[in-house]
């Protein structure tokens, strides 16, 4: 099989069109490359990426040719009825989703939120352990150490000044403790609890501090403990909540613009059912 290795003078664009490969009756032009490959591309690289699509393409192209001659007719016959399907399902979806985007209201206030969370709390089970905590991570060290204990100790919306200064020195640290966070993004950010000393540390309103060999200390406020198959916090479940809600009017929409579209049809004659 010869292989045709193309120039880049092929990637301006001609009035005829050239063809660059040919397999049985199907041809492949220099006009069908043109978007090929990425600008700045070496000439080297370039015609790299061109002989190997012109395979890619020669290639398959002997495969379908065989495919057609070998097939039975009854096989055949099945395809084509899948891609038709397959055809009639990329349209339908993409209208209705073009329908769906232009109308559906994506606004979703807060006692909404609340009201579908209240009355389907029950199905929303945590798949793992969530808290809220609060924690620095600093040097041993630090020149005010005493005045960052106190602080975090007697925590306080007024001492935001303080903790701005002063957050910029520590190695790491989490000061919202308003904010669910996963068993697992703990281990993460505190590799001292491990699921095997987890007990040890993962208690709701429990405070520590945990110094460890790189002169390094950690201090910790667990503020709330959920468990594995507890009923989700709604805070946590905002984002899911909004996104359910969404969905389920878009669902909505979408029945409701099929039976227009079908009334319509029987309205105007375009459709009927002939028994």
């Known amino acids: 099989m010869a292989i045709v290795l193309i120039s880049c003078n092929y990637f301006t664009k001609e009035s005829n069109p050239e063809a660059v490969a040919r397999v049985g009756e ?118 005010k150490m005493a005045a960052i204990r106190s602080n975090f100790a007697n925590f306080k919306k007024s001492d935001a000044s303080f903790w701005r200064t002063y957050q910029v020195q520590f190695k790491n640290s989490a000061l919202n403790d308003s904010v669910w966070v996963s068993l697992n993004e703990v281990y993460r950010r505190l590799p001292f609890i491990t699921p095997a000393n987890r007990n040890q540390y993962i208690n709701e309103g429990m405070a520590f501090e945990k110094s460890d060999s790189l002169n390094d200390v950690y201090i910790v406020k667990i503020k709330k403990v959920i468990n594995r ?20 009017r878009k669902l909505e929409l979408i029945k409701k613009f099929e039976k227009e579209i079908t009334d319509d049809a029987i309205k105007n004659k375009d459709y009927e059912v002939y028994k």
Not at 56 to 75: S, Y
Not at 83 to 112: F, G, P
Not at 229 to 248: A, D, G, M
């Open 26 to 143: 199907s041809y492949l032009y220099a006009v069908d490359l043109d978007s090929l490959v990425p600008n700045n591309t070496s000439k080297k690289d370039s015609a790299i990426i061109i002989k190997n699509y012109i395979d890619r393409w020669v290639t398959q192209k002997l495969l379908i040719n065989a495919a057609e001659r070998n097939l039975d007719d009854a096989k055949k016959e099945e395809f084509s009825r899948l891609i038709r399907q397959y055809k009639n399902d990329l349209y339908t979806k993409a209208y209705i989703e073009k329908m769906v985007q232009t109308t559906v209201d994506t606004s979703i206030n807060e006692a909404e939120l609340k009201k579908y969370y209240n009355e389907n709390k029950e199905n929303f089970k945590t798949n793992g352990t969530i808290l809220q905590l609060r924690y620095v991570h600093l040097t041993k060290d630090h020149s």
């Open 229 to 248: 198959n507890q009923i989700s916090p709604f805070e946590y479940l905002k984002p899911t909540l909004q996104q359910v809600i969404l969905n389920k």
